[in-house]
């Protein structure tokens, strides 16, 4: 005997997928820019040093005086000794007066006024240390100092984007397909 058989038969689908990638294109152009620095302002303002020397003293030591001085200081002298005189010669006179107490007051006047032949070795330093007066005034710097900030110029640009998308097709190739036969 014979039984029927059932035949079947089948057919998968398939399926096609194309892709185009996605392209992104990125261009960031440079900034421009600009720095500028001003110069600094700077102002110096000096006062001139003062030196002053005053050699009055000195000068006067070493016998350098003006005529003035030299004729007031030459009166004193010859003031002075003639009071020194004058009391010499009254002390003198009045040893002489008094002979008859003793003594020999002439050779004693004539041992005293004698002419020493010598001379003393002095040394002097001329002019005499501190005659001469310097004042010095150092000059004085102002100075004025004014710094400037830098400028900036600066230009941005955007950065320039391209993109084309990506792209997904999809295609039936084959469809499915289901047979079913019999068989006798």
Known sequence: MNF????????????????????????????EQEIQQPIAKLSIKTTPSKLSIDAFEARESIGHKNTRARTAEMAQEGKQAALEGTARRAEEGQQLMRIENGGNPIREHAKKHHIKLYSSLNIKFIPQPGTVKINYEPAQAHIQFEPQKPVHNVKIHKPIHEYTPGKVNIEMLQYPLVKIDWLV
């Open 4 to 31: 029927p058989k059932i035949q079947i038969q089948t057919i998968d689908a398939l399926i096609g997928i194309t892709t185009t990638k996605p392209v992104q294109k990125i261009v960031q152009p440079k900034a």
